[in-house]
């Protein structure tokens, strides 16, 4: 595939799943600025890797894995670390997003802790397989499991509760 071929197949792929992944990178993140970092982080090194990744249906994954694991890498960072402030920041999104944003079912998710809710968006709401989830953050199957039982229970506890 010719190199033009190649950038018309990426920018046609962004253009198809850029609002989803934004989606998943928030559900990652819980911010909509630092997703649309970690999306922005992830469609650059997906484009670097287009030709090794492109037609081969597995570009979603590629993407999801390199945003959890750039997710992590910034929670390592101590630099990035948030700091207690008294003065709260604008409300990232714009309207298309307003209604995720009041669903109760998604602030129970923001309140989990962060491994249980990456198990959560992948294994619920993408829909993927336990091996899948455990290669793309990279632990044990029965971690996931475990992760996906106790979040699972607290999202019951506090979606029943309310």
């Known amino acids: ?4 071929e ?3 197949a990426f920018v046609d792929y962004v253009a198809a799943r850029q609002v989803h992944l934004r989606r998943v990178a928030y559900a990652i993140c819980g911010d909509w600025h630092r997703a649309d970092d970690l999306l922005q982080t992830a469609l650059t090194k ?3 890797a287009w ?3 492109c037609g081969k249906g597995t570009e979603d994954a590629y993407v999801r894995q390199i945003m959890v694991r750039a997710n ?3 929670h390592r960072r101590p630099w990035r670390r948030e700091r207690v402030t008294d003065e709260l920041p604008e409300t990232a999104g714009g309207p298309e997003h307003q209604l995720e944003d009041r669903s109760e079912l998604f602030a129970a998710l923001q309140d ?7 198990v959560i968006v992948l294994r619920h709401w993408l829909q993927l397989s336990v091996a899948e989830a455990a290669r ?3 632990i044990a199957e029965g971690t996931v499991k475990s992760h996906s039982s106790r979040g699972l229970a607290a999202l019951q506890e506090v ?3 309310r």
């Not at 595939?1 to 033009?4: G, N, V």
């Not at 989990?112 to 990456?118: A, D």
């Open 159 to 161: 979606l029943v509760g």
């Open 6 to 8: 190649r950038e018309a």
């Open 72 to 74: 992590i890498d910034e």
């Open 51 to 53: 030709p090794r990744v």
């Open 112 to 118: 989990l802790p962060e491994m249980q809710r990456k």
């Open 1 to 4: 595939m010719r190199r033009a």
């Open 136 to 138: 793309e953050l990279g």
């Open 46 to 48: 997906l484009y670097v």
